[in-house]
């Protein structure tokens, strides 16, 4: 059943009016355009869209052009970005992604779709189609952090840190998330040690419009001290 026609017969769904997009941005005017336009495109412009800016190039403005709400933000990482903007949301469903174009948002009916089945966290997942345009080194480091939380949590998954996921509203504002860099493993790793319904869908993965901020090695190393660091928190519980 189509969302649109699961909202005309009554039925108590979601729909794309019960749906938020966020995302934590940073001098992204490269690629926030083609973003949000894909957005409002998939969604017929019923989603609401939340940016959490820290900015210095045209990023703001055009997400506002795009009518996005945009909370200005002084710089602190990747993490407290996309908290802000997880907890600003206003509907029932969030959606996080990342705005370089490298997610598809294609995906968010079928996300929307899982959420409707009954899951509470729908995680995109990079890797089951290879990641090809994923450079190499990171595609390694993003199989190992998925085999250090398996590990760890008892309960195999395949990508610990997709910044694109689909949540019930409710769940993330159950949880209080610590981390910064390692907050998209978090995010994941925190509703499975909690028995919440997981499910790891399937998506594409684009290469990257503009420069990556992360760097990899320092990056890399402060996402694994928070799958070791939130795994022990949830398992002390």
């Not at 899982?114 to 995680?123: K, M, P, Q």
């Not at 997942?125 to 390694?140: I, K, Q, T, V």
């Not at 909690?194 to 399937?202: F, G, L, N, W």
């Not at 760097?215 to 070791?228: E, F, Q, Y």
């Amino acid at each position: 059943m189509s969302l649109e026609s699961a909202a005309e017969d009554g039925e108590d769904e979601y729909t794309f009016d019960d749906l938020s997009v966020v995302m934590g941005t940073y001098n992204e005017e490269a690629a926030i355009g083609t973003v949000l336009s894909d957005i409002e495109r998939v969604t017929d412009g019923r989603a609401e869209v939340v940016c959490v800016d820290g900015s210095s190039d045209r990023t703001p403005d055009i997400a506002r052009e795009h009518g996005a709400r945009v909370i200005e933000q002084e710089p602190q990482g990747y993490g407290v970005a996309v908290r802000e903007a997880v907890l600003a949301a206003e509907r029932p469903v969030v959606v996080t992604t990342d705005c370089d174009d490298t997610y598809p948002m294609e995906a968010l009916p079928r996300f929307l779709e899982r959420i409707n089945e009954g899951y509470d966290v729908v995680s995109g997942d990079r890797l089951y189609h290879g990641a090809s345009a994923m450079p190499a080194f990171n595609r390694l480091g993003n199989h190992a952090f998925a085999l250090l939380a398996s590990a760890l949590m008892g309960r195999r998954v395949h990508d610990t840190t997709t910044g694109m996921r689909a949540y019930r509203r409710d769940v993330v504002r159950r949880i209080r998330w610590t981390e910064n860099t390692g907050l998209s493993a978090e995010l994941l790793v925190r509703p499975l040690m909690r028995d919440y319904r997981v499910r790891e869908e399937p998506i594409d993965y684009r290469e990257r419009a503009g420069e990556t901020k992360l760097d990899p090695l320092a990056g890399g190393a402060a996402i694994a001290g928070s799958i070791l660091r939130v795994c022990l928190e949830e398992r002390l519980r």
